[in-house]
């Protein structure tokens, strides 16, 4: 039995963790700490853990962390990289939600998160946690950056076309929505209920931190150069992320064939049949990523959609995959669970 | 492994016996009908059941569903009285989720459900599903007739005022509130998303068919005559049932004491800290019914807040809950799942 | 045409006043202003307003609103009585949307509100600006105490009960049901969209501020003590508040003629054929109260239904009814509007 | 005092027809037909309505809308085109918010919406209703087909672009969000509440009938030919269409400067500040379509963003818009209007 930490339990990402190890057959979480909640017991807050939840939240220490086999960071960015350093050398294992290890160039990282990254030594050992891309490496790593929300969506949609070079890799397009859950739970009045249902905007057109991370992606595994336009919105509901994603074909094959034959191994990606247009319910609670494809004849463009619950396969769905993979459980451990319909 | 059979399996409660048994370690799913649906595959309709469940919907037939060991009905009402008296006689077990044998008296039950009874000699056979009142007559039962949602919520609520005689039972009042899921998955404009978000509204004041069942079952308990006045109301949400509870309390006792004692052996009815107030998403998808007490000092009426979700607690998960206590399994079997938050 | 001020342009009464007053005949909107905001222009923070409003907002300034025939707080409690008193002094007559006039002993005001009153002696010569009880005084009012959103609903709901002696009053429930732009627009966790969309809760059972105010209006009415039990709950919605109203009738009369005939007169009531189930969508955007009465034969309670807008009926459309009596306009003007639906 | 007609008056545009007329001031609502409805008060079955409208449905003649100076048709595609033709002779002149009169080829037609046009010989005749287009003929027309709800959002976003050529037309993407309020108020599992909120999907991406609607419109002022890839989405909402249009621009210009030199003269088209993320509540019950423009240096893409409230600029308020063209009233005239927020 793995004895996990979570650093971090009270935000969506954090709370999605408890909600997921309480079930999970492998893993015995043994401490959560929270600097606003220290000395709370966890299902007082969150009165829906009752029973499954005995803890009290902690403040954070390295010392006791460093008893966990693993430690989830479920953080603002810029938190994770000031404890990890001290983890890793005691042997404990990290798993970094947030975005404080998902770049490789520091320089990138800054601009984009306006600030200086405390361990740039340690962004070339952090291994990119997206399990259909890097499984080999995850499995031996000691430090793994879970994919943002955004990216895992649209980079699973995207990845059958580059790996195959059969589409106009400079004219990608990302048009992707996403629930508000994926803003966090910090009191703000930008995220009231009155503000943001019965409304629908984009937001970030001008550059959002998730282009560097989809980029650094494609472009791993692209010879083309890849410049994806990616144009976020904010949709009235709480859960979940629906990429709907354009490119043009430069090559004339079966897409259907494509993305089966790419997925057919995985667990977690679902090809629907063609022609499917899958709603983000069909994901809600699961750790799934269900692909749809769309070639029109004739058309210039083809269209992918892609959807993800931003809280399973978007953050703590996935970072349990990945520490499933860490530490040689099964892949499916603790992940088994049926989309929540309705 | 328990068969299993589903008759009407398209509807919300339907729907939700099937997520729920896709993960019950004690059933196999093996037969699920519906005659809108004869042909098609499960998945297919419901996508986010893929990987989950392969079977096709067939027509409902007695000789196929008497193979199972026990059948659940989320028909219509009105539907199950016309199949249970066969798969009875051949020894299949049923538990009807829908109103047909939820009252004694047939008189009673053509006024409210405006048909005859076709079958009332079962009536007295029949067994009210409400495991925190009747567990020992459930384990022996051939025939389980599931609690109605508000009914479930109400009564439990009122549970131990009434057996302890602590209340005025003349002056129950019950004002409910219920989420969207509750009306079903019909086809009809009031249901609409336009119709119902947005707005709240209070429906059936002049009598609801749950009023001869919450009657039943608290007169059942009481040595006084009770009567509650209940009105229903639609809250625009998918889940969710809210009783606020009215009554005058008649004896000097210590409120919080008597429903923690009451409860105190039951998995499923958690008792909240004094003055706490349950909000619904704390039992989304969970087969739980929490339950808070406030009793202001020199007031007239006490306050009993009762939150279930509907479909499960309310429907589908007490279902189970009533299959594994027929079958002699653990009774959290396929049940032990973390509320939903957010 | 009068000369209009609003302090605090930027809550949701406040913003709904900007809606409601760019349209009134009679009425010109001279000063916003906002500690927070001050220097931006209103359509920037609010482009709703682009093309009906290029105010800016400024420093609250008596001096300035002082130029104003009325000014409106639609601030948080304790603000207006920091400025009231001088503003009066200048011959300046004030609505107060806010609850600092409400409550005329000002030891209660204390007691629930948490702050001593600062000017006790205006109390007396505030009025309780319930047009439909209080129409002559408003018409003189130098400062008029909007009433609260609740108490609006319930008031109307109670009125023609309590004048007309027919029930039990110390035996009454409101049980009242609000949309979460009632609790303002503030930055806060509890009222993100994914803390209470998709939730219902009852919350302040122990005690709730509208208590005193509501008290304090029945009793002022009636010959008997008036008791009212009162429980708010947040509905996962906008704008709305359904009062759901119990009472035990101590005569034999016939109710719907006894409301028709109480608010014949009104244009702002609208009592609705028998048994009506009024949604709160039927009041969405318009400054009216509908009622719908039920009285089950037999039955113990005579249950009333009472919707507002809590933005509209239940704060700024009457602050502004109260304006068009004070001002010696037409009680509609600027009011005519045709609720939104869907 | 225009006399206007409304046939279909109990579906969603029709009713918001109702709203918008019932406070016109040059316009009196004499006749509202419903066959279903025919017999029933119109406030009866839209309580909101009572006090504006105390007229009842009537079953749709001829003989009687004749007598009107206009008539709106609110009704599903093709049940204008059996009646228009015998108004048109009486004089009578037209607006229809359905189908059958905006495309120009009666192949076209019957290719997408399944059926026979009746009267293809009025499709020359009839004047595409987007007074930013076609002001002049609409002033003269006898009849108006009043534009689709996407087609609105995403000409008025693609037509400076067009007209001015500096894009690739061959290579436009319409990626369109809308409230559900779109689908209509039908009878249907799949726009319950239950089924769309909470959710969001793709629909049509393999066709859908205001392709052609956009085609033809943006081909009418194009040099070369446009194609334009659409994607249409539901949002758990009620009102709203956003619309994010991408483009690859062609020649070096000032694109802010270009949008707002062509829309300064329209009443209802905003272009908002540069860098500006227009949400969909900031046109809820307005008759405008806010747009902003997105051009990142050195980006392959520009981004447009345009919304509307699809039951306004997008159908009823329009149409109202085309009604006083056509009658020499103010094109203002019913339709200021402040965005409903929140």
Redo the contacts between chains.
């Keep these: 039995m793995l004895s996990v930490g979570v650093v971090g339990g009270t935000g969506?990402t954090g709370?999605e963790l408890?909600?997921l190890l309480?079930?999970h057959p492998g893993a015995s979480l043994d401490v959560i700490t929270s600097r606003g909640n220290a000395g709370t017991r966890v299902d007082k807050l969150?009165?829906?853990?009752?029973?499954?939840n005995d803890l009290i939240f902690t403040e954070p220490k390295a010392e006791v962390l460093s008893d966990c086999d693993v430690v989830f960071f479920s953080t603002p960015n810029g938190v994770a990289m000031s404890m990890v350093p001290e983890l890793l050398k005691s042997g404990t294992r990290v798993i970094d939600l947030a975005a404080d290890f998902r770049l490789k160039d520091p320089a990138v990282w800054k601009q984009w998160y306006g600030m200086e990254h405390t361990c740039p030594e340690l962004l070339g050992e952090a291994v990119y946690g997206l399990p259909e891309v890097n499984r080999a490496a995850i499995k031996n790593a000691q430090l793994v950056a879970c994919p943002g929300c955004y990216p895992t969506a649209i980079q699973l949609g995207f990845l059958p076309l580059i790996e195959q070079q059969i589409v106009d890799s400079?004219?990608l397009?990302a048009?992707a929505?996403s629930?508000?859950?994926g803003a966090g739970?910090?009191?703000?009045?930008a995220?009231?209920?009155?503000?943001?249902?019965?409304?629908?905007?984009?937001?970030g057109?001008?550059?959002h931190r998730h282009i560097p991370e989809i980029d650094q992606g494609l472009n791993a595994i692209s010879s083309d150069r890849v410049?994806v336009?990616f144009?976020p919105?904010l949709?009235?509901?709480?859960?979940?992320i629906?990429a709907?994603l354009?490119a043009e074909l430069t090559a004339d094959v079966d897409l259907q064939a494509v993305y089966e034959s790419r997925y057919a191994e995985e667990a977690f990606v679902?090809v629907?049949p063609e022609?499917?247009?899958?709603?983000?319910?069909?994901?809600?609670?699961?750790n799934v990523c269900?692909i749809a494809v769309?070639q029109?004849k004739g058309?210039?463009?083809i269209?992918i959609?892609s959807v993800i619950d931003n809280l399973v396969k978007g953050a703590a769905g996935q970072a349990i995959q990945n520490m499933n993979l860490m530490f040689d459980q099964p892949e499916q451990d603790g992940l088994?669970?049926?989309?929540?319909?309705?």
């Design positions: 969506y709370l408890l909600r309480a079930v969150f009165p829906g853990l009752r029973g499954f400079s004219r397009i048009d929505k629930g508000v859950s739970r910090q009191a703000s009045v995220n009231l209920l009155c503000e943001v249902s019965e409304s629908f905007k984009a937001y057109v001008n550059g410049n336009t144009t919105h949709t009235p509901m709480i859960r979940g629906h709907t354009y679902d629907l022609g499917s247009h899958p709603d983000t319910r069909s994901v809600k609670g699961a269900r769309h029109a058309a210039r463009h269209v959609l088994v669970s049926v989309p929540f319909i309705p």
